[in-house]
């Protein structure tokens, strides 16, 4: 059952093939694709305008804070909501108003959704009795998905008498009995408890490697869909933010949003002019003057916001700058005053205040509340939006 | 924190009002009906027994056939309204349902009993109604006034409130263990039998118990619906009391319903205790 993680990180740098790779290959066919996708209920649009396509074989996760559609989003794949507008083709058939079980998804639920007065073999070969298949057929399927699954011996047992974990593995070998083209996943994790939910993690990418299915997750856990997606879609009030690979998205966030729930909530406002050599960011109460490179996301001269994580944060006890030198090619320099520190573990985390403004940083040692210090933010850790 | 005797003793008074009424209106009662069945002139004996026996012993099967029946059918028509109120996609359908079905409930059984003597009767206004559509002559039309108009009357009453507590428990099942078998493709008749079903059995199972022991009780129904014989054992009681002031026999037909009512109790606790031990 186990896949080695170094196998895992295999199978994942040959489908990505490179740090840098945009994600979506123009050389593979679209498998699943989503038009214009509209949806909601009682007069409120959750669903505005959805536009994806996905590969076979790619692991999808749908990411996004509570309330952002990413759920109406899955179960309109999945047939259990029906779209105001748009369409959903998959391998080029339109399944758009086909029912949830002409589309070949499967659908893994947030609570399992196990039957409870059916044993654990029952529940796996529920989908294959359902399409008729032979009793020792059933058996064999059952049995094979349990031995992968590591759920052997447990056939005759009960959803009630199964661990978290166990259920939800169940669950799991319930919805790929029936071999679906596509697999979707609502946030199957969220139930588990932290140490058993990393485990289960790598188990279901291992798996979906090995089978080839092309799946769909759904999560509002950034750290899982970093590690188990090959591309996150991020969502926000029902349209999509930003798609890309775990590295696009984190590196190079599209949006304010987007990088603020990427972790860089650290927000300051700057002023910058650009031209045609470069960045500059003017001097101002919060930071030195600096000049920086032109980010690949559209800019104009003016204010801007400012964001980057803490971590991204260099800090050093405050120097006064000679005056004729600028903060620093390629990075900006914040002065601030530390107000609060403590240990989460690995590093130390501080709360600066910068006049009216406070941020997040942290640092290999610590800073005493009330020392001055300086904030040094390299240009490729931060990022610049333009107010929209 | 109270001493502990005190606070016992608290709990004693706290529950004494009910358990006087329990005492009083309920055990002495039956105490007092059980050895009444056995009280004969010549002291205690088994001749109420076999008085009931050769007088009774058809109505007995009667009352049997006519709750087990009645029974069966409010299952099943219990089970397909409150699977059609759960499952139903068609909402309008669903919400007139869900308004209409409840009425019954608020109607008294001799109330019943009136109208549906009016409704069912050779020319009341079931058979008018057939006839006005010409389908039957009004000399072919049959009275329903004998054990069918009572196994209506208990359906059409009690299936309301069966529906209410199935329903209710389809309601609070996770949606999701629908769609999870909707999604694997099945039908809709499936999905009730194989799938929402068995997870309210045992709500199911309750409802079915408290609605014989109702039927059980109902005087006013076979009275007004199937005065003739074979009928109901209430009404051999009600007639053994009023007309000879036979409390033994009336006793041991108590007796009878008594032991009825506990076998259906018996059935039910029995899987209610199977069903905790898993």
Known sequence: ???????????????????????????????????????????????????????????????????????????????????????????????????????????????????????????????????????????????????????????QRKPAELSGGQRQRVALARALAVQPDILLLDEPLSNLDARIRLTVRHEIIALQRRLGTTAIHVTHDREEAMVMADRIVILNEGAIAQVGTPQDVYKRPA?????????????????????????????????????????????????????????????????????????????????????????????????????????????????????????????????????? | MPPKAPRNFLGLVLIAPALAVVVLLFLIPLCEAVLGAFRTDAGFGLENVSKTYALYSRDIAFTFVIIALSALLIALISVLFSGYLTLGTNARAVALLRWLYRWPLFVPFIVVGQILRTFLAKNGLMNNLIVSTGAVSPMDTIGFLDWRGVVIAFVWKQVPFVTLLLAGAMASLDRGTIEAARNLGASRIRLLLEIVLPQVASTLMVALTLSVVTMMSVLSVPLMLNPHSPTMITVNMAFRINAYGDYGVANVLGLVSFAITGLVAWIYLRATLKENIR
Not at chain 1, 13 to 42: C, N, P, V
Not at chain 1, 66 to 95: H, M, N, Q, W, Y
Not at chain 1, 299 to 320: C, I
Request: charged residues 20%.
């Open chain 1, 1 to 155: 059952m186990n896949m080695m993680p170094s196998a895992i990180a295999q199978a994942r740098s040959l489908r990505k093939g490179g740090e840098e790779d945009a994600g979506h290959d123009a050389g593979q066919t679209d498998f699943l694709t989503i038009r214009g996708l509209e949806a909601g209920y009682a007069g409120t649009r959750v669903l505005k305008g959805i536009d994806l396509s996905v590969f076979k074989g790619e692991f999808i996760a749908l990411l996004g804070s509570s309330g952002c559609g990413k759920s109406t989003l899955l179960r309109t794949l999945a047939g259990f909501a029906k779209p105001d507008a748009g369409e959903i083709r998959v391998a080029g058939r339109d399944v758009t108003r086909l029912g949830p079980d002409k589309r070949g998804m499967a659908l893994v639920f947030q609570s399992y959704a196990l039957w409870p007065h059916m044993s654990v073999a029952q529940n796996i070969g529920y989908g294959l009795k359902l399409a008729g298949r032979a009793k020792a057929d059933i058996a064999s399927r059952v049995g094979e998905l349990q031995m992968q699954l590591g759920l052997g011996g447990l056939e």
């Open chain 1, 255 to 388: 949006s304010a949003f987007v990088a603020a729930f990427m972790g860089a909530e650290n927000c300051l406002p700057l002023s910058i002019e650009k031209s045609g050599a470069g960045l500059h960011v003017h001097a101002n109460d919060l930071c030195e003057g600096a000049s920086l490179p032109i980010p690949s996301n559209p800019l104009v001269s003016g204010p801007v916001e400012a964001r980057f994580r803490p971590q991204a944060v260099e800090l050093t006890p405050h120097q006064p700058q000679t005056g004729t030198e600028p903060g620093g090619d390629g990075a900006v320099i914040f002065k601030g005053r530390v107000e609060q520190t403590s240990y989460p573990g690995g590093a130390w985390r501080h709360v600066v205040s910068l006049g009216s403004h406070s941020v997040v940083a942290d640092a290999q040692r610590s800073f005493a509340p009330g020392e001055a210090v300086n904030l040094r933010v390299a240009a490729e850790d931060l990022f610049l939006f333009s107010p929209a």
